[in-house]
């Protein structure tokens, strides 16, 4: 397994994981024993129609449930880009994330 030495997860990053299988999961980060990782919400990348998309990692899991991936099983991990990020949030809550300057919208100001 290749060690991200960068800084540890905090709770609630969203995270990537390679799987010895080839999979590529995101998940939002909970906790990490020496053995696992334990994730919420794991998302596998698949190749679709129109290009890759998110799907569950195990279909019929619960969504609401923590999941335990064994650190043997992860090839590598890492911090999420955030394009890939913004649409793992948009397929877990349904909140769309909107970067940039945001002072052109009318309505918002500063300081309320």
Do not use: F
């Amino acid at each position: 397994m290749l060690i991200n030495r960068s800084k540890a997860y905090a709770d609630g990053d969203i995270i990537t994981l390679r799987l010895v299988t080839g999979e590529e999961i995101l998940a939002k980060y909970v906790s990490q024993t020496d053995t696992s990782y334990t994730v919420a919400r794991p998302m596998a990348l698949v190749a679709g129609p129109q290009g890759v998309m998110l799907t569950q990692m195990v279909m019929t899991l619960e969504l609401n449930n923590d999941v335990e991936i064994q650190k043997a099983h992860v090839v590598v991990h890492g911090y999420t880009r955030d394009e890939a990020r913004d649409s793992y949030i948009q397929a877990t809550t349904g909140i769309k994330t909107v970067r940039g300057d945001l002072s052109a919208v009318k309505g918002l100001t500063q300081g309320r």
